[in-house]
T-cell receptor, first 114, second 114 residues
Framework: KAGVTQTPRYLIKTRGQQVTLSCSPI?????VSWYQQTPGQGLQFLFE???????NKGNFPGRFSGRQFSNSRSEMNVSTLELGDSALYLC?????????????FGSGTRLTVV | AQSVTQLGSHVSVSEGALVLLRCNYS??????LFWYVQYPNQGLQLLLK??????LVKGINGFEAEFKKSETSFHLTKPSAHMSDAAEYFC????????????FGEGTQLTVNP
């Protein structure tokens, strides 16, 4: 059974640019969540999608957005990149919308903003 | 708001010694609780979870944790440390009523000395 796949693994962008990260959940999982991990702030929840609908959102500016497609694949977009957006972005999938089954995480996308 | 406190950002043990990583949560309702492990340049791997069933939870790689409501704790233990256990460990909490969002502790870096 394939795990959660995140692409790309590494990304270098310049301030002011925008970036799109992709996440393919485990087959059959309809919930996809995104987290940002930084040394200073730790792991922070960005948002969660289920059946193409955003169900939950963390405390991030509007520059951070996401979407989910009918095949449950998800993308997140960050516009007008800032140096502080440099982080490991993790995607997690689950069969349902609560935490009962826990979450399976991908290996992450390491974003560096220069 | 729910929160998670991990006591000790760094824990060092000798190979073969007991591993004890501490986690306390604050929640007004019984939560779901999780321990995740993260190896360098990788995502998070679920070690074990508590979802209101047995209070003593057994996970992968010989780890276990005990949910103690009276102490609001969910400490992670392993009887005998192995060199391969060296990693960062995260405790996380989710309330059934708040959907999928996981709130993570700040993490504990475990070092295993030969």
């Amino acid at each position: 059974k394939a795990g959660v796949t995140q692409t790309p693994r590494y990304l270098i962008k310049t301030r002011g640019q925008q970036v799109t990260l992709s996440c393919s959940p485990i087959s059959g999982h309809r919930s996809v969540s995104w987290y940002q991990q930084t040394p200073g702030q730790g792991l922070q929840f960005l948002f969660e999608y289920f059946s193409e609908t955003q169900r939950n959102k963390g405390n991030f500016p509007g520059r951070f957005s996401g979407r989910q497609f009918s095949n449950s694949r998800s993308e997140m977009n960050v516009s007008t990149l800032e140096l502080g957006d440099s982080a490991l972005y993790l995607c997690a999938s689950s069969p349902r919308t609560d935490a009962f089954y826990g979450y399976t995480f991908g290996s992450g996308t390491r974003l560096t903003v220069v | 708001a729910q929160s998670v406190t991990q006591l000790g950002s760094h824990v060092s043990v000798s190979e073969g010694a007991l591993v004890l990583l501490r986690c306390n949560y604050s929640s007004s309702v019984p939560p779901y609780l999780f321990w995740y492990v993260q190896y360098p340049n990788q995502g998070l791997q679920l070690l074990l979870k508590y979802t209101s069933a047995a209070t003593l939870v057994k996970g992968i790689n010989g780890f276990e944790a005990e949910f103690k409501k009276s102490e609001t704790s969910f400490h992670l233990t392993k009887p005998s440390a192995h060199m391969s256990d060296a990693a960062e460990y995260f405790c996380a909490v989710s309330k059934e009523t708040s959907g999928s969002r996981l709130t993570f502790g700040e993490g504990t870096q475990l070092t295993v000395n030969p």
